[in-house]
């Protein structure tokens, strides 16, 4: 098997942190968390908590992100799985390089995303989601390539993650394995620098929780959002892995 490159688009307040574990639990696999995030922060100027480390731990520069993302990669590892959020994608920046990675997208309810989001940041717009640049994203890379990449959806994953890691792994051309439903507890040197504000939960997880339903009711103010998201949410979501 031939290095593999593996670009991850998620949301905030996904699986997207779990599905990092899973990956990096493999002995075959190298991880890369978020590499986009502070160019995001500087960009935006968003007061994220933890803002100063992320933007001193990695480069705001666009290009050179790019260029790590593509370059070459040696080790014993033969897959590099990146972490990517959607949200992280301004207008303006150029996403060809997508096309020399396999892309695959990881989706969950907007109305999930925004409860728990909100819980830790002022939902102010639909882009600080991920909804639309992952549409569009997906729409690029359907018209290059001529081909569906991978959808998946956090419910399913949580329902039956084996079987959905197992599709998963089969459609991008890896082998899969056991080792990517089970994990240890704790913080991982990969992790970004932001994880003491977000990965609490993560670092406590040895598997994937399984899923429950929530009872939620958004604030009126909320709604126009939700509705703009659930829009490419939807369209994403018919087209998801189904095992």
Known sequence: ??????????????????MMRAFENRQD?????????????????????????VLASQSIDWEAVVNICTSEFSGKES?????HMGQHNLEGCDLSWVLQV??????RDPKEVIASYGRRFPVE???????????????????????TPPILDSKDIL?????????????????????????PAG??????VWAPHWYNRVEESTGFKPYSEKEIELDDELIPIYEKCKLHYDTLWEKRIIV
């Open 1 to 18: 098997m031939s290095d593999i490159r593996i670009a991850m688009w998620s949301g905030p307040r996904n699986i997207s942190t779990a």
């Open 187 to 192: 913080k991982r040197e990969s992790d970004g």
């Open 125 to 147: 717009n639909e882009r600080l989601l991920g909804y639309v640049q992952q549409a569009e994203l997906f729409k690029m890379v359907e018209d290059e390539t001529g081909e």
């Open 79 to 83: 897959i590099w799985y990146q972490k």
């Open 29 to 53: 696999t190298v991880v890369t968390d978020e590499p986009f995030y502070a160019h995001y922060l500087h960009k935006t100027g968003l007061d994220h908590p933890g803002k100063d480390d």
């Open 159 to 183: 329902v039956n993650p084996k079987g959905m890691l197992k599709e998963l792994c089969k459609r991008i051309g890896i082998p899969f394995s056991e080792k990517m439903l089970k994990w």
């Open 102 to 107: 396999i892309n695959c997208f990881l989706i």
